[in-house]
């Protein structure tokens, strides 16, 4: 199988264990801390692979601009807000249910900022997609306390916009980092996550970190397989496919971040996540298979859906 059949399953399973490991790195440490120590490591060690590999670096400040304006938007803000709301009680149901909207989201704008249209079958795919979500997650949702795990509506409302900053990042990606050697991309990105996510640590939490090799475990994790391994291959699956394809893969990251809850943390694992998880799997499909267009409609060529993309 070539890296563009794998790429894609790859990055889904590698993304839904940052669920997972928000809830077990805020053990040890406050978690925009938490994500500081991260990016930072991520940041030195891309410049290292740059720098033995002979990554090529932008040639202009403006497109090196634009790959730190990115980093500021998908790493940042996007997972700032997830990991604090999380951190302030928001339940990992109702974040997923959060994450699910984003494929429609990026399905509703990417027309008017990119002029990418969508074929029916896209948009019952991404439908069918986050019915399945919801389906997975609502009836965990319903059942959950609020006298016992309190709810409130401010950290809801920053994951929303967390969701909507990782919507307009993939975006932007897409619109002004199509060219450019992705290494140095990657680097540049976890500078602006850094730039933005420091003075929000500094400033919203203690910067808590308990010392101990349960943490480095973590750390050890969240950078070389999320940061490094999965973002490279985010990187790579915008860049050659569609964004709302790319986007579409999210829907799988919130039903197998539940079986990976099940298995670590005992969590339950119940039929309606199950037939959920199932009607998203088709949902993705639907989005990603590949269609023939008619000559009439030949306007602009994308790359193969599944086989050969996007996240």
Not at 52 to 75: D, M, Q, R
Not at 123 to 131: A, C, D, E, R, V
Not at 138 to 154: C, E, N, Q, R, S
Not at 214 to 243: D, K, P, T
Request: hydrophobic share 55%; glycine share 10%.
């Amino acid at each position: 199988m070539t890296l563009d059949r794998l790429a894609p399953a790859i990055f889904v399973l590698l993304w839904s264990t940052g669920w997972v490991m928000a809830k077990y790195a805020g053990i040890y440490a406050d978690p925009l801390t938490f994500l500081v120590l991260r990016y930072l490591l991520a940041t030195l060690l891309f410049i290292g692979f740059c720098l033995a590999t002979g990554a090529a670096w932008p040639k202009t400040w403006a497109a090196a601009g634009h790959a730190v304006v990115s980093g500021i938007f998908l790493h940042g803000l996007y997972l700032g807000a997830v990991w604090w709301a999380i951190g302030q009680g928001v339940p990992a149901a109702i974040s997923g249910i959060i994450a699910g909207l984003q494929p429609l989201m990026t399905a509703a704008v990417a027309p008017a900022l990119i002029g990418e249209n969508l074929s029916g079958q896209q948009k019952l795919g991404l439908i069918l997609g986050f019915l399945g979500i919801a389906l997975a997650v609502v009836p965990k949702v319903m059942a959950i306390d609020t006298g016992v795990t309190p709810i409130h509506l401010f950290p809801v409302i920053i994951n929303v916009l967390g969701m909507a900053a990782v919507t307009y990042g993939t975006i932007y990606q897409k619109r002004h980092l199509q060219d450019g050697d992705i290494r140095s991309i990657a680097t540049l990105q976890y500078v602006g996550a850094l730039i933005v996510t420091l003075p929000l640590a500094f400033f919203l939490e203690d910067m808590r970190v308990v010392w101990s090799v349960q943490l480095f475990a973590a750390l050890g994790w969240a950078v070389l397989g999320l940061s490094m391994g999965a973002i490279a291959l985010l990187l790579y699956l915008i860049r050659r496919g569609q964004v709302s394809r790319a986007a579409s893969l999210i829907y799988l990251v919130p039903p197998l971040a539940a079986v990976q809850a099940w298995l670590f943390f005992d969590e339950a694992l119940t039929l309606p996540m199950i037939v959920g998880t199932v009607i998203a799997v088709t949902g993705v499909y639907l989005t990603n298979r590949k269609t023939v267009s008619s000559p009439q409609k030949k306007r602009r060529v994308e790359p193969a859906a599944f086989s050969s993309q996007d996240a």
